[in-house]
């Protein structure tokens, strides 16, 4: 991408021409797609001509967000999904099978981890280590080991991967390095950089931004050798061999499982995605200076925060990443009882989305925690008292305001 990325996204519709002379894709929302030829339909189907059959395998308005998430990951394909997990779940059914081995991370989004369950329930091993140092993922690496998966800033206590050094270790051994830049998104960091050959971003968070549409994408950055990969069909060898591993995904994903993406929906996200990168800036520019005030407050025990220089990966962080991000987490002192706090917030809102453009609040272990119950939580280093924090592009003051009259009075 030559232009910034800002000016590349809002022009990504204008490559090629729209009718009515329309600055955006408009919203094509046709399930069935009619040739005139019906020789053509069965080149479109045979892939030997572009064009669009069923609205499960797409359409003109999910192909133009498509095309900017690719803009965005300096990709060479994307596939989007009704959800972040459906892309996620997707990209696993096409291209693993009973046996196959993934090493992950332990500290990874509890919706992943319970993805990963059923995988081994349907014949696939995983490992989960640490990975905030390469030399776990390397021990962890078997013969039949077909992927390591592993997020940007974990969620809730922001660990970062060891990520350039897991890349390099995946480039070395010829594995699949597939990497879930949500947290991040492809504004503060693109997983090309660390050699990752997948990325998936779940749209509904900092892409998408207003808490309005859900969705997922996954795109392959074109540095993964498909020859090397053991479970691509016959079928679908007939493409370049760097187009196969999507071509899996998109067939296997969403022509076999479903999870597609509604234009409309496809629409809103990326009117969202244009602002991103006005958005980043301002959220994370929000929370460096509400993680610092935090962790001078007397009330508070401890901020998990990249951007402070307590972090273990501060300096791992400034250097892969553009900003440090605007999801941080907290306990409170001793004593102090997190319902009681987070009910004196008057602005920041009690809810258990994240990346919105609104700051929200969760008491985490009471909440998306609470069922794997107190002994996993310790293991975890899930306190009580810890709250996540996602914040939103609000104007500071008055966020600065809200935190300190509540901490005062809880
Ligand atoms: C939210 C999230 C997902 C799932 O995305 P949905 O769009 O909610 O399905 C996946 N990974 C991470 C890191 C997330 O935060």
Redesign the pocket.
């Known amino acids: 991408m030559k232009r910034g990325f800002t000016t590349t996204i809002l022009h990504s519709d204008l490559e090629s021409p729209i009718e009515h002379h329309s600055v955006h894709k408009p919203l094509h929302v046709a399930v069935a797609y009619g040739y005139p030829d019906a020789r053509d339909l069965a080149r479109v189907f045979k892939g030997e001509l572009p064009g669009y059959v069923y609205g499960r395998q797409g359409n003109p308005t999910t192909a133009a967000l498509e095309a900017k998430v690719s803009k965005m990951e300096d990709g060479i394909a994307t596939a989007s999904f009704s959800?972040?997990?459906?892309a996620?779940a997707a990209t696993f059914v096409a291209l693993l099978r009973a046996g196959d081995h993934v090493v992950s991370s332990s500290f990874l989004?509890g919706?992943?981890n319970s993805l990963f369950d059923t995988f081994r329930a349907l014949g696939c091993e995983v490992s989960f280590v640490d990975a905030t140092d390469v030399d776990n993922v390397a021990r962890a690496i078997r013969p039949n080991t077909r992927l390591v998966f592993v997020?940007t800033i974990a969620?809730p206590c922001t660990q970062i991967a060891d990520l350039a050094r897991i890349g390099a270790l995946c480039a070395s051994r010829g594995l699949l390095y597939f990497v879930?830049n949500?947290?991040t998104s492809p504004y503060l960091f693109r997983p090309k950089r660390t050699q990752a050959g997948l990325v998936?971003n779940?749209?509904?968070?900092y892409i998408g931004g207003h808490g309005n549409a859900?969705?997922?994408a996954v795109t392959d950055t074109g540095l993964f050798d498909w020859t090397r990969f053991p479970n691509i069909h016959d079928t679908y060898k007939t493409t370049k061999p760097a187009l196969w591993g999507l071509l899996q995904i998109r067939k296997k994903g969403l022509r076999d499982v479903g999870g597609t993406l509604a234009a409309e929906v496809a629409h809103r996200l990326a009117t969202g995605a244009e602002t991103l990168a006005l958005r980043m800036e301002r959220s994370c520019a929000n929370a460096l200076q509400l993680a610092r005030f935090l962790a001078r407050h007397p009330k508070v025990k401890k901020v998990y925060y990249p951007g402070l220089e307590d972090h273990p990966q501060h300096k791992l962080a400034g250097e892969l990443f553009r900003a440090y991000g605007a999801l941080m987490s907290f306990e409170l002192a001793d004593g102090i009882d997190c319902f009681d706090f987070l009910n004196r917030l008057k602005l920041v809102i009690s809810s258990s989305h994240?990346?919105d453009n609104r700051t929200l609040a969760i008491p985490i272990a009471h909440t998306i925690y609470w069922e794997m119950g107190p002994a996993r939580r310790a293991e975890m280093g899930i306190a009580d008292s810890l709250i996540r924090l996602s914040i939103g592009i609000e104007d500071i003051d008055d966020l600065m305001d809200d935190f300190q009259q509540a901490l005062e009075q809880a």
């Open positions: 959800t972040g997990m459906a996620i989004f919706n992943t997020e969620n879930d949500t947290m998936i779940s749209l509904t968070k859900l969705g997922g994240l990346g």
